[in-house]
Every structure is written in C-alpha cells, then in structure tokens.
C-alpha cells in the first residue's frame, strides 16, 4: 500500500492568508479545523448516523424477547425516547415522527410505546397517555406496517395472521421464478431471509415483564379481518397477491417437513456466509437483529461463535451520550470519509492535504478486491472492486460509495508529482461500475437491473422499497466519476447523460433517492452534467436554477423535509410549504448553483451569508434536520456528519471560484 502521507507538504492554500479580514476565509478555516480535529488516529471520520425511535426501540425489545433487562441502560434509552416525544409533540400531538419536525408515524410510535412499557414505564403515566391518545387517534396499532407487525407477534400483541406468509421455502425457488432473492434489493435479502424462518417457527418473547399494550387498539387484534398494506400498492397486482398470501396462510401447515428443513437450510448457510464479522449481516441493524432470532429458532446456542458474532455487531451500534443512549441504523465511515476528503481538498492547505492523504491511504485499506458479492448473481463476469457504505460489507458494495471514493483519489492524485499507487485502486472500481451500469443508462446503488416493480406489490413489501432501481443521484454520482476521469465521451457516459436528462422533472428539478430529496437530487445531477460537458447554457441548466431559485427560503437558504417526497411513491412532488432552512440543504443549493455556473448570481451570496451567519464557534453548524433517506416516507436518516461537510465545501469552492480566473467548476463532485 503507497504511503500517501510520506509526502512533502504542499503550501497552504491561498484563501487561508488574510483570513482575519475576509469573513468567508474565516468561515472556511473555522470548518476545516472543525473536521481537522475529528479525524480518528488511523486517518478516517465517522460521525454519528442516527434515524428515528425505531431502531433504540427494537434493540430494546429484542433484548426483552430473550429476556435481558438492562437497567441502566435501558433508562438511558427510556431518556432519549421521552426527549425526543417531548421534543415533537407539537407536530405528532403525543407520538413519534420518522424525522424531525414530521408527522406522527404510527409504527415508530407503537414500536416505543411498547420499549417504554418494557422500560417499566406505567401506561397511565401522561407521557404514555398522550401517546395512545395520539395512537388511537391515527387509527390504532392495528394500521401499523409489516415489520411492525411482525414484532407485534412475536410478542404475541397480535397474531400471526396479522403478518403475510414469505415461508423460507422461497430459498428454493429457481431464478426465473417470479419471486427469487436475487430479485429484491441487498437490504430485503439481509432482512427477509432470516426472518422467513422465525416466521415460520413463530417464537415466543420472554418479556420477563409481561408487558401487553392492548390499549392501543382500536380494535382488538383478533377482531381484525384487514391489515393494511401500503399506499403505493395499486390493483391488479395488490388483490392478486393479497390472495395468495390468504392461500400461503391456509396452507402453512401442509408445506413438506423436507422441504422447510432444506428451506431453513438454505437460509442458514445466506445468512452464515454473509454473517460480516463484528460489522454484521448486511451492515445493517434489522438484518442483524433477524440474524439472532433465526439463529435463536434454529436452537443455536448462545455461546455458539456465530450467535456471539451477530450479538457483537448489534452491540458496535450502541451510541453514547452524556446522558442517553440510542441505536444507530448502521456505521458509515467511508461515505464520511471520502466526503470529508472531498471538502478538505477544496479548503486547501497543508494540514488538509495531509489529513486526506491519511483518509485516502486508510480507505485503500477498505477496498474490496476477493469476495463476489451478491451483485454478481446479475454480472457473473464482472471482477469485483469498490467499497462499502459501513467499515466491512464485502458481499454488498455500494456504487454510490465507490464513485465518490474514486472522485476524491482521483482529485487528490492530480496534486501529486507522479504515481502515488491509486492509480490501479482507480481502475479497478472504474470498471466494476461501468460493469454495474443497469439498461438505460443508469445505476442502482448496490446491484444492476433491480427493477422487478410488480414485486413491490407483494404484501410484505408496504414499505414500497423491496427494489433497489436506478436512481438519479447514484448515477449523477457515476457520471461524475467518469467525467473527472475524462471518459465522459464513451458511451456508458452518453447514455448516463440521456437517463438523467429523461430524469429531470417538469418543474427543473431532480428526485433524490438517498438525500432529502429534490435538492440533493438536482445538485446530484447538475454537478454530475457540469462536468460531463454541459453548458450553463442548456435548457437542463437553466429550468435547475430556475427551481433553485424558486425554492429558496427568504432568509437565503434551502429546506426540505421528507414530506416532499410523494405519498404514492411516484416522482411527483406534492404541494408543500418550504420547509425551514438547513445547513446541509443550503450548501446543496449552493453547489448546484455553482455547477450551473452561477457562482456570482445573488443567491449564491446570500446563501452563504446564512451559512456564515449561523456556524458556531468552533466551526461545526447547528442542524436537527435529517437530510438522509433509508427508504423514502419509511426511513430517514440524520447524517450528523453533513452539517460539517457540506457547508465547508460550499463555502471554500465559492471561494475558489471567486479567486480564480474561471467560473466553471472543474470537478465532477
């Protein structure tokens, strides 16, 4: 491995001199020091990735199902589900939303409930009433999704009728069935596959408490004859399957004694194989936590190194505070890493050059070069290369995560006197993305061609995210690379070019699958054509500023919630009031302006004036918004990392540009 850190280091930046003097030069400074002083010993950055009460609750609740109570523990996650109650009861009139300053979500909301209930809280306490009031009042426990549902019954809340049938005998189907794992997107596969043999074996929590919730039922459960489904499930298709699973359900105890065993099998040696260490199945909390209860089921001992492994990564997402605890979703120290990279190269200097150089030569420690994950099942041919979202994930690398990896060495590789060793890393994720490109030009995150939609149709899937599509942000992403890499003539980058130009939406703007939402998405995209060839002349261009500058805030920045991703999951957004300003979503707004070529408009100042207007004193900017998304109107995310980065960069590039004796921006992020 090159040692990139054994440079010489280059002179500071020249935005750094007269710093005292130029309020954007401090800005820039203040932020990069910021991130200076937060980058781990071995050269990386991890920041806390926190979604909803959801997660917290369930790590709570399957510790009760094995019967583990954890006193203090458990009060400091009792603390932080009652801070974050308090904190939105003007907007979910007593429950929990997904994000902040949403809506009551009835599924997060039950799911704490219960951990609160389990905590010991007594259910006449007025916080808890408030809660079931504001439960009942949205319909009751009985129109929680799925996955909630499932929980429910293992509880024994409801039965298990409440849960569609996806029997582990699905292991065993051919390729061209219909139905078959390679079909659905990594997160389902990790997340269903273990859960099909604890819903076939229906265990029963310990619940050492005896906790019940039966008052927040409208209707007693075993009254109920129709359990919802999702809102983007539309006919033919929802009665088709609808009654099949009434058909899977009657016929549950007829299923062949050898095929369950050679099912369950089946599902044993997925998830084994795929166990990922202390990082865990999948990398991702719902995954690993079905991993314990298939391996519970199964009559897995819990000494036995696998049932020891699956407890460990559960545990490595156990977050801290002074006073609270909570459950992280996953880890993602490379997409932290690599954008920190990113925004450190464009403050420039010498302490930032260097800790890139730490980052990078830390990330090609994290390339993944052996394994042929499950991506592989649709390109048999194609040599693995890339990198993860989380610290190990080998069976799963991510597109998006490998094209900013491969921006940020490239970039980085282009201030070096000669060949720091990136060169072949380069190639190698160059290649396996070109060989992941879907048809039609695009790119899903983590496998090609993933576009089986009637299968989101299927009762399990109300969620609508049971696929994982090409996207407009993940393929801006990869446009970008093999732009900077001066490969946006090829083919593979015209047909990009085209799928996010049929992409963009009537009003100018791009959906954002993976950020909060058509912000992120437009500065995907616009960055992406920027630095594919596009003038700031074309009509793409314009119609994006034109929606940029529509939807800035009067104060100069730019907001948006998860309420402007459609209800019906289509790409249309719905009426809305802007949402408030955030610091992330305003340094978007402001890189995409820039991308447009745009660096001198009006807005482009006064969006930095907010941004400097607003950070503290130590560089960091406040920012309680989650500009993530897990799976749109189901889960979102609170990246606390973007609030650092994305402003650092806005801010330095506008800088940049100022200085410079060009307008345009010269790479592809």
């Given at each position: 491995m090159p040692n990139l850190t054994a440079l010489p280091e280059r002179a500071p930046h020249a935005g750094h001199d007269g710093e005292q003097n130029d309020p954007l030069g401090q800005a820039v400074a203040a932020a990069a020091r910021h991130l200076l002083e937060r980058q781990r010993p071995d050269g990386h950055w991890v920041f806390e990735l926190e979604a909803d009460a959801t997660i917290p609750s369930e790590y709570l609740m399957l510790?009760?199902?094995?019967?583990?109570?954890?006193?203090?523990?458990?009060?400091?996650?009792?603390?932080?589900?009652?801070?974050?109650?308090?904190?939105?009861?003007?907007?979910?009139g007593g429950g929990w939303p997904l994000f902040h300053g949403g809506p009551l979500d009835i599924s997060c909301s039950v799911k704490a409930y219960l951990a609160l209930r389990l905590i010991g809280d007594a259910p006449d306490a007025p916080h808890m009433a408030a809660a079931r009031h504001a439960i009942l009042a949205a319909g009751g426990a009985e129109r929680s999704n799925v996955f909630t549902r499932a929980a429910l019954a293992l509880f024994g809340a409801v039965p298990w009728r409440a849960v569609p049938m996806m029997p582990p005998e699905i292991m065993l189907l051919p390729r061209w069935f219909p139905f078959h794992v390679s079909k659905i997107s990594y997160w389902a596969r990790t997340v269903l596959v273990p859960l099909t043999v604890v819903m076939a074996r229906r265990p029963a929590a310990q619940n050492p408490k005896g906790v019940t919730i039966d008052e927040l039922f409208g209707t007693p459960p075993e009254q109920v004859k129709d359990w919802p489904g999702g809102a983007h499930q539309a006919e033919p298709w929802a009665s088709l399957f609808k009654g099949l699973d009434g058909a899977l359900h009657r016929a549950r105890m007829l299923f062949p004694r050898t095929h369950r065993a050679r099912a369950e099998e089946a599902c044993e040696r997925f998830v084994t194989e795929r166990l990922n260490g202390e990082d865990g199945l999948g990398a991702i909390y719902p995954a690993m936590a079905n991993a314990v209860l298939m391996y519970h089921c199964l009559g897995v001992a819990q000494d036995d190194p696998r049932m020891v492994t699956a407890w460990a990564a559960i545990e490595k997402l156990v977050e801290e505070r002074e006073d609270e605890t909570y459950v992280q979703p996953c880890l993602s120290p490379i997409w932290d890493t690599a954008l920190v990279s990113h925004a450190l190269m464009e403050a420039g200097g010498a302490a930032e050059q260097q800790a890139v150089a730490r980052g990078l030569e830390w990330l090609l420690g994290r390339e993944i070069r052996e394994v042929r994950g499950d991506w592989s099942w649709n390109r048999p041919d194609l040599q693995p290369g890339g990198w993860a979202f989380q610290y190990e994930n080998a069976h799963y690398p991510d597109v998006d995560d490998t094209a900013v990896v491969v921006l940020a060495m490239d970039r980085f590789r282009g201030t070096l006197p000669g060949d720091a060793g990136l060169d072949g890393a380069i190639q190698r994720a160059t290649d396996w993305t070109l060989g992941m490109q879907s048809r039609g030009g695009g790119w899903g995150a983590f496998d090609a061609d993933?576009?089986?939609?009637?299968?989101?149709?299927?009762?399990?899937?109300?969620?609508?995210?049971?696929?994982?599509?090409?996207?407009?942000?993940?393929?801006?992403r990869c446009l970008a690379m093999l732009a900077q890499l001066g490969r946006g003539d090829e083919a593979a980058s015209q047909a990009a070019i085209e799928y996010l130009l049929r992409e963009q939406e009537a009003d100018g703007a791009w959906y954002g699958r993976w950020g909060v939402n058509y912000i992120y998405g437009t500065w995907s995209a616009v960055t992406a054509l920027n630095a594919a060839g596009l003038?700031?002349?074309?009509?793409?261009?314009?119609?994006?500023?034109?929606?940029?500058?529509?939807?800035?805030?009067?104060?100069?920045?730019?907001?948006?919630?998860?309420?402007?991703?459609?209800?019906?999951?289509?790409?249309?957004p719905d009426p809305r009031q802007h949402a408030p300003s955030s610091a992330s979503q305003t340094a978007w707004g402001m890189l995409a302006l820039m991308a447009c070529g745009e660096a001198g408009h009006e807005a482009v100042q006064r969006a930095?004036?907010?941004?400097?207007?607003?950070?503290?004193?130590?560089?960091?900017?406040?920012?309680?918004?989650?500009?993530?998304?897990?799976?749109?109107?189901?889960?979102?995310?609170?990246?606390?990392?973007?609030?650092?980065?994305f402003p650092l960069w806005a801010l330095a590039r506008l800088r940049n540009l100022r200085a410079s004796n060009t307008k345009r921006v010269a790479y592809g992020l």
């Open positions: 510790h009760h199902f094995f019967g583990h109570v954890q006193p203090e523990k458990e009060a400091r996650i009792g603390r932080y589900l009652r801070r974050i109650q308090q904190e939105q009861a003007a907007n979910t993933n576009t089986f939609h009637y299968l989101n149709h299927i009762p399990f899937a109300d969620h609508g995210a049971l696929l994982d599509p090409p996207t407009a942000d993940v393929s801006g003038p700031p002349e074309h009509d793409a261009m314009r119609r994006a500023v034109t929606w940029l500058l529509k939807h800035q805030n009067e104060d100069g920045g730019w907001g948006e919630d998860g309420m402007s991703y459609p209800a019906r999951g289509g790409t249309r930095a004036e907010w941004l400097m207007a607003r950070q503290k004193a130590d560089g960091d900017w406040p920012e309680d918004d989650y500009t993530g998304t897990g799976f749109p109107r189901v889960f979102y995310l609170r990246y606390h990392g973007y609030r650092r980065i």
